[in-house]
């Protein structure tokens, strides 16, 4: 065994052999792997060995796309045989809901390339006989679906490595990590020490003990997963005889099921509603290439469906019943990347389709590592994504949740129940009186929508239009013409402090910095010029900053920020040390002049000031800044005086008509302001000259990324951030949500990044990026919504005060 390596990847799973495997192909070959007993000994070896490349994240379904592409590649490299099956797969909808989702799905596909086709069940029943087509509407079928052997694909990723001149140590239990000052490790192993520069946790099962070798409790469980294959069938032997090919797979979202030919036989398996985490607390190292004990009661209600839709099924013998265990992040997708705050500390766990993911989470994590990016869009991946919040009990409530909906529809405007309230700000119960309908982001609990008083506050979830919609119309209304108070706790908050952190933060953003009292909008860019973060800047001193930026992005921006620390800088993530609320509309000023000693003329508080004042008795940093674009102020205070600063403006603001409002108002109101928002127009596969932020861009000082925004201001981007105005169907209206497909002269030319009902304006708006040479001012296009082609109309300017006089009176 080796003494030292460039990387240490620890797990011999499929996830593990496909980091070395990526490793070893992008140049970095004194790589070593270390598997505790032999390659696919965690949850790999029992796998269904099924792939495919539907995700409800588009950038997540490109990296599966990529992995199912990639196994010929490593089969033919290293001589093993995969067994690679692509028979293609249907995706079965029982009613209406599901058949738009499928649309949906297709839709997004479409500018991923990806070539799926939308069936009706009588096409499904003639692709896959053994189905009773009554009990279906329709189908969309994948043709880039099939599967594959787990152990095959696993030794297949492990030759690679290996001939490019990786090492992998089998029967080698990693016992300890430890790290050295200078952030290199020592990983401490049952046949001795290795030195390692990096070291990558891809222990599957046991992710969370190698994670609690260094002290981190990471969101990861294990739970039980059960699949039969059946005795040979007359039906499948049929089937292959008459077509010459394997039935297509399928996925039955009614019964919760997925359904395959394995050999002669056809293997089932479920997401059943009883479900049960394994080993919960700590997965035992004495736990070897084992199976669970099958509970067909558990999974009874699934089977009973199974033998409807399936009617052969049903006579036919059980050969096998495989109940194994394999683990879940909280929302199900991987955890992947850099842990933030440990140098040299790579994750790539919690993957649920090893062989869907397996090699996208590869790819990535390799390139991250060497080349300091993922040079993907990975977000819905990154390790970051998830705060201290996320602990054991919460992981174990909100991956049953997610393993229980496997197969359900989670709606755009759907919340979902479990792990909740956990976190919430002083005024959650003020809010609540109010009849809020929450949301929680990042963990936080943050107020939608107020519904009307004697109403339930529920929400119905629907792809179209839900019961929110007049009411948050209202509250759009309120903030207009009279005056809105609403939570702004759910931004991230940031102090940068110390000598020298003016020029730290000027070498990282890419707008001057403000005066002293002043407040502005500023990007942060990664080497490549592609936005890490956008944030708002106040400097309250020399050296003395808040930093205000995407709530749930806080760990993934405090990682970046940390990681470029400069000596005798410090900085804080304040999460909720600091909390605030936002009165907006053109009665804010009054209302808050009314309990505020400080003068707030404009000419004494200009927009964009940001100040320490108080607010009656309460000390408060007041930021004269909007994103509904009208006079507003944001008042930010130690989360011990937040009753009583609401309570004061609530009294306050009632001679002005001051109405609550929440988070769907705020994103119609600031989609008639064109304003962006992180996670959505801005990304880090975006530049910000793409992104069209250009008042935050000042080239009169360095900072990281400006040679590249440079290069492009000079040659143009080859895409645009574009604002549309949609025509929606009148018939059954439905806005944007996210993700869906523009058309263009009868092409695939660029994609929603978001978009809401504009109440006030009363106009169906969106954003969307396009090639550059398109956004053209009153240019046409077409937007997907649910399967229907409706008209957009790229629009020059905001349509509500382009001239941005109402938030400067
Ligand atoms: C019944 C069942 C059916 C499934 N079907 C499918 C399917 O059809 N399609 C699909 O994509 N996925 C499927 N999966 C999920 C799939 O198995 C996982 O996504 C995949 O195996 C995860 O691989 P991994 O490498 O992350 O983890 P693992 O396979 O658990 O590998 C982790 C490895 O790390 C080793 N290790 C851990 N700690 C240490 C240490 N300290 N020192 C040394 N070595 C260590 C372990 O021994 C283990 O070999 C299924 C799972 C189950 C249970």
């Not at 199912?68 to 690679?84: A, D, P, T």
């Not at 809901?97 to 069936?119: K, N, V």
């Not at 309250?540 to 940390?562: K, N, Y």
């Not at 800044?625 to 130690?638: F, K, Q, R």
Request: charged content about 20%.
């Amino acid at each position: 065994m080796k003494s030292s390596a460039q990387v240490v990847v620890i797990g011999g799973g499929v996830v593990g052999a496909s980091v070395l495997f990526h490793l070893t192909e992008l140049g970095w070959t004194d790589v070593v792997l270390v598997e505790r007993k032999e390659l696919t000994a965690g949850s790999t070896w029992h796998a269904a060995g099924g792939m495919h490349t539907l995700n409800g994240d588009p950038n997540v379904a490109k990296l599966q796309q990529y992995t199912v592409e990639l196994y010929r590649e490593i089969e033919r490299r290293s001589g093993q045989n995969c067994s690679i099956h692509m028979p293609g797969g249907l995706m079965l909808a029982g009613d209406r809901e599901r058949m738009d989702w499928l649309r949906m799905a297709q839709a997004r596909g479409r500018y991923l390339g990806m070539d799926m086709e939308i069936i009706s069940a009588a096409e499904a029943k003639r692709m896959f006989p053994l189905l009773e087509e009554h009990y279906f509407i329709g189908a969309l079928f994948d043709p880039t679906e099939g599967h594959v052997d787990p152990t095959g694909v696993t030794r297949a990723y492990a030759g690679c490595a290996r001939q490019a001149g990786a090492e992998i140590y089998q029967r080698t239990w990693v016992s300890g990590l430890r790290q050295r000052p200078d952030g290199t490790w020592d990983v401490i192993t049952e046949s001795g020490e290795i030195h390692a520069e990096h070291i990558v946790n891809a222990g599957g099962l046991w992710a969370r003990e190698v994670g609690r070798m260094i002290g981190l409790e990471l969101p990861v469980l294990a739970m039980e997963h059960m699949y039969l294959i059946t005795e040979d069938m007359d039906e499948v032997a049929e089937y292959n005889a008459a077509t010459g090919h394997e039935l297509p797979m399928g996925l039955d979202f009614d019964g919760e099921l997925y359904i395959r030919q394995e050999g002669g036989g056809m293997l089932l398996g479920t997401y059943e509603q009883a479900c049960v985490p394994w080993s919960p607390r700590e997965t035992p190292w004495t736990f070897d290439q084992q199976l669970l004990t099958p509970d067909l009661d558990r999974i009874a209600p699934s089977l009973e469906i199974a033998f409807k839709h399936y009617p052969a099924l049903a006579d036919a013998g059980i050969k096998n019943v495989i109940n194994g265990p394999f683990t879940f992040a909280p929302d199900g997708n991987p955890l992947v990347g850099p842990v933030p705050g440990v140098r040299n500390c790579w994750m790539a766990c919690a993957v649920m389709a090893g062989f869907s993911q397996g090699g996208g989470v590869g790819l990535t994590l390799a390139r991250w590592m060497i080349h300091g990016d993922p040079g993907e869009d990975i977000w819905a991946m990154d390790v970051a994504r998830f705060g201290n919040w996320a602990s054991l009990a919460y992981t174990n409530a909100k991956v049953r949740e997610n393993y229980r909906r496997r197969f359900r529809i989670t709606f755009p405007n759907e919340e979902l129940p479990d792990g909740r309230a956990l976190h919430t700000t002083p005024v959650y119960d003020r809010l609540t009186a109010h009849n809020a309908v929450w949301g929680a982001s990042f963990g936080l609990e943050h107020p939608l929508w107020f519904q009307r008083p004697g109403e339930e506050p529920r929400e119905d979830v629907t792809f179209r239009r839900s019961n929110a919609h007049p009411v948050v119309a209202d509250e759009c209304t309120t903030v207009r013409e009279r005056v809105g108070l609403t939570e702004c706790s759910n931004f991230a908050k940031y102090r940068v402090t110390g000598a020298g952190s003016a020029g730290w933060l000027q070498g990282l953003l890419t707008n001057g910095l403000p005066r002293v009292g002043r407040i502005n909008l500023t990007a942060v860019l990664d080497p490549s010029g592609h936005i890490v973060g956008e944030f708002s800047v106040a400097r309250v001193g020399t050296d003395d900053f808040f930093l205000f930026g995407s709530q749930i992005a806080e760990a993934h921006h405090s990682r970046w920020f940390l990681g470029h620390l400069a000596d005798g800088v410090r900085f804080d993530v304040l999460g909720l040390s600091l909390v605030g609320l936002s009165l907006a509309g053109p009665g804010a000023r009054d209302v808050l002049q009314s309990v505020t000693g400080a003068s707030l003329a404009t000419e004494n508080y200009p927009f964009m000031t940001f100040r320490r004042i108080d607010v009656g008795m309460i000390p408060a940093y007041v930021g004269r800044m909007t994103y509904t674009g009208d006079l507003g102020y944001e008042i930010w205070v130690a989360p011990e005086y937040q009753r009583a600063l609401f309570d004061l403006l609530w009294q306050a603001g009632k001679p002005y008509g001051i109405g609550l409002f929440g988070f769907r108002a705020l994103m119609s109101l600031r989609m008639e302001k064109m304003f962006g928002t992180w996670a959505r127009e801005y990304r880090p596969i975006y530049t910000p000259v793409e992104a069209r932020m250009h008042r935050s861009l000042k080239l009169d000082h360095d900072f990281i990324g400006r040679d590249a925004v440079e290069a492009e201001l000079a040659s143009g981007p080859a895409r645009t951030l574009s604002y549309f105005e949609i025509t929606p169907d009148p018939a059954e209206p439905a806005d944007v949500v996210g993700d869906e497909p523009i058309w263009h002269g009868g092409a695939v030319v660029g994609w929603v990044t978001s978009g809401a009902y504009a109440h006030y304006s009363r106009r169906s708006l969106a954003f969307g990026y396009v090639p550059s040479e398109l956004a053209v001012p009153g240019a046409m296009f077409e937007v997907e919504i649910i399967g229907q082609r409706r008209p957009a109309r790229l629009l020059p300017e905001p349509v509500l005060d382009p001239a941005g006089q109402r938030m400067r009176v």
